[in-house]
């Protein structure tokens, strides 16, 4: 498989959450009105839409290949804390913002499929059959067909020293 969010855009659009005004307006501050901004693997531009309006500058780059993903902290197996700390920017700041999300049963199972390991391109002719399986889990778990999540999100600001 060469494009690991296949067929997710859509859902990806749709169904993910954003990150929220308040964590917008924490890296806006952090970069400040006349800061360049590289966004990098910046997906649809779930934080350069939203912060674009607050510096000089955004600049989103989507450059998720292979070689990108072999890369990155995740597969390190390294927090990214401990890579930065071990940096020339070693100067962090983390705040943490939570909002609270109800998510219908359309909502999770869109949500599931804008995940990299379940996108439609990933599942191919098996879309119908897994999201009709994941209705009537979902379902047998809570026949209400709603749920309430607690979301936390964490802005970390990585300086040089």
Known sequence: MTNLFGGAAPFYV???PGYG?????????????GSRVLDLGC???TVAIPLAGAVREVRAE???NEFTAANSFQASGE???????????DRLESSLFEKRLTWDLD????????????????LGDRVAEFTDAVRRVLLA?????VWEERAITEVLVARRS
Do not use: W
């Open 62 to 64: 989507f450059a998720m």
């Open 14 to 16: 749709k169904y993910r």
């Open 141 to 145: 778990a809570n026949p209400s067909g």
């Open 21 to 33: 005004e308040e964590a917008i307006g924490c890296l806006a501050r952090a970069f400040g009105p």
């Open 79 to 89: 927090h990214h804390d401990d890579v930065l700390a071990d940096s020339p920017f």
């Open 107 to 122: 909502a999770v199972i869109g949500l599931q499929l804008s995940y990299s390991y379940t996108t439609p391109d990933r």
């Open 43 to 45: 997906g649809p531009g």
